[in-house]
């Protein structure tokens, strides 16, 4: 089992000492990955299912920090929980995310991908928000193809995005990134096995649902003549071996902890004495 750690601004603060010393201490008691969320804008009344959201939570650009950790690190593997990938465009993204990978050393390896569930937040960027999974399914097919491409350039066509003979370099390291989805519906798990490298099912879902899910996920993978998913799932920073187990007898391989301290000391705390009770460091 692989253990990543999630990093939210809102809750853990701006502070860029504090933001790397999360990341450094993670790395240091050997954790996989460290993840940052995303939220372009906010707004009041901004709401996910029954949770309203504060419209003066302080989310920073998840790919600006995790270039700027990539700085202070050396193995730590860098992600998104999610990357609102609607909202980007993917000509541009892929530049971004090609630019920290070569930056990082080959590190932004979990790309993970959602839809977003705030429709005033698509609109405030120009997107229909009922387009939102079509937009998305050919960012993705527009990044790997950018990411793909060579000096003679490439083209697309779709609905939402064209060009053609487009040149772009760098590319990452390997060529290309993994992408991995992530979200709580089926159209999502669908996706997941269609186009991407794993699957990270929102935190809202049950036992049973999750499971069909990823079910979904793993069948339409294999219909389509591709390899095996990751299986990504958050858990807590006081998980027992007992449910680690479990979850990796379910397909799961890396479970990502949010860390409930700001406070940098209380973090390595916590940090140091889940890796000693559930990763043997």
């Known amino acids: 089992m692989k253990f990543g750690i999630s990093y939210s601004t809102p809750y853990h603060g701006i ?32 709401a996910l299912g029954r949770f309203v959201i504060p419209p003066s939570l302080p989310y920073l650009d998840p790919l600006d920090c ?12 860098l992600g998104t929980g999610v990357l609102l990938l609607p909202h980007h465009h993917p000509v ?3 530049k971004r995310l090609a630019t920290v990978d070569v930056l990082a050393k080959g590190r932004m390896r979990l790309l993970t991908v959602g839809l977003g569930g705030l429709p005033g937040e698509a609109a405030a960027v120009g997107v229909d928000f009922r387009t939102r999974g079509r937009r998305a399914d050919e960012a993705i097919d527009v990044l790997r193809l950018l990411w793909g491409g060579g000096e003679d350039g490439v083209a697309f066509a779709g609905e939402f995005f064209a060009f053609d003979g487009l040149v772009q370099f760098p590319k990452p390291h390997g060529g290309s990134l993994p992408i991995h989805v992530g979200g709580s519906s089926r159209a999502a798990a669908r996706r997941a096995g269609l186009r991407g490298d794993g699957w990270f099912p929102g935190g809202a879902l049950d036992a049973a649902e999750r499971a069909a899910q990823f079910r979904l996920a793993q069948d339409t993978a294999a219909e389509a003549g591709r390899g095996p998913l990751d299986y990504t799932q958050s858990g807590s920073i006081d998980m027992t071996a007992e449910q680690v187990a479990e979850w990796a007898a379910q397909g ?16 390595r705390d916590e940090l140091a004495a889940f890796a000693q009770r559930l990763m043997g460091s």
Request: proline content about 8%; hydrophobic content about 50%.
């Open 252 to 267: 799961v391989t890396r479970i990502v902890v949010g860390v409930p301290s700001a406070d940098p000391a209380e973090q």
């Open 66 to 77: 995790l270039a700027f950790v990539a700085a202070s690190t050396r193995r730590i593997l």
């Open 15 to 46: 502070d860029p000492d504090t933001l790397v010393a999360s990341a450094v201490t993670a790395e240091e008691f050997g954790f996989e990955s460290f993840y940052v969320p995303e939220h372009i804008v906010l707004y009041p009344g901004a």
């Open 92 to 94: 541009v993204l892929a």
